[in-house]
C-alpha cells in the first residue's frame, strides 16, 4: 500500500473515531468525560491503600507507588485492547457498516489498527491524570521521582505494539463470534489485569499459574515502566526485560499479521464480513 495514500486513510478513520466515541460534542466535553470515568476507579484503589495505612499505622510509599503505577498504567494498555477489539462486534452487529468499511479500507488489520489508535490516546491521557494524581493522594512525593524520558517513550511504543497486535489476533476471533465480542475482549483484559503485575508481583500467584504470566509481555512492560518514571524502583536487570519484552513484541507482531490474515481470509470465504450473528 503506498504510504501516502495509507496516512490519508490513517487520519481519516481516527478522525472518524473520535467523532463517534465523542458523540460529535465539544473536545473540552469529551475529554473531561474520559478523564473522570477512570479517576473514580483510581479513587477506589487509592482509598483502600489509605485506609489499610491509617489502621495499620504503616505508610508504605513503595507499595503505593507500585499500586497506582499499576492501575494508571493498566488503563493505557486496557482502554486501547478494548476499544480495538470491540470495532468488529460494533460495526457488524450494531451498525452493520462493516462490509462497506471493508470496501473503502480493504486491509481490515490496518484499519483496526488506525481504529484502537484513537483509544489508546484517550488512555494514555487519562493515565497520565490518573498517575498524577493517585500519587499525590497516597503521599509519593513527585520531586523524588527519576525519570528516564527516552526508555519511557521506548516502552509506550512498544506497549502500542504488542497490546494492539494481542488485539488484532482477538478481533480475528472475534470476527466468528456472535454477542460475545464484549466478553471476549473483557476476559483477556481481565487475564492482564491478573497476570500483568498491575497491583501485584507475579512472584505472589501460585507456582502453576506463573508459567502463564510469561506468555505475555505485560509483566515486563509494567515493570519497565515503572522503572522508566522511577530510576530508584528495583527491577533487577532491566536490559534483560527490555531484550524479553522486544522479543515478545516481535513474536507478538509476527504471529498476529499470520493468524489475522488467516482469519480474515476464512471470515471472507465463510461470508462473515458482512454476515450479522447475534440472533
Known sequence: MD?????????????????????????PYYFGYIIITPFFQLILYAYMYIVIAFYSGLVDIEMAYYLVTGVSLYNFIGAGLYGLIWTVHSEREHFRTLKYTYMAFPNLQLYLLSRGFFHYITGALSTLVMLLTGLILTGVPLGTLSVKPMLLIILII????????????VAGSSIF?????????????????????????????????????????????????????????????????????????????????????????????????EATLHH
Open 177 to 273: 463470534s456472535s454477542e460475545y465480542g464484549p466478553l471476549i475482549s473483557e476476559a483477556v483484559g481481565g487475564i492482564l489485569f491478573l497476570l500483568g503485575a498491575v497491583l501485584y508481583p507475579i512472584e505472589s500467584l501460585p507456582d502453576y499459574i506463573r508459567p502463564f504470566a510469561d506468555v505475555f509481555p505485560m509483566r515486563e512492560w509494567m515493570e519497565l515502566m515503572r522503572y522508566a518514571l522511577n530510576s530508584s524502583y528495583n527491577v533487577g536487570d532491566p536490559n534483560q526485560l527490555l531484550f524479553q519484552l522486544v522479543v515478545k513484541t516481535i513474536i507478538y507482531v509476527v504471529a498476529a499479521i499470520i493468524f489475522f490474515r488467516f482469519t480474515e481470509n476464512l471470515a471472507r470465504k465463510k461470508g462473515l464480513l
Open 158 to 169: 512498544l506497549g502500542f505494539l504488542w497490546s494492539s497486535q494481542l488485539g488484532i489476533m
Open 3 to 27: 504510504i501516502g495514500k495509507w496516512l490519508t486513510r490513517f487520519k481519516a478513520v481516527v478522525w472518524l473515531t473520535w467523532k463517534e466515541q465523542s458523540g460529535w460534542t465539544k473536545p
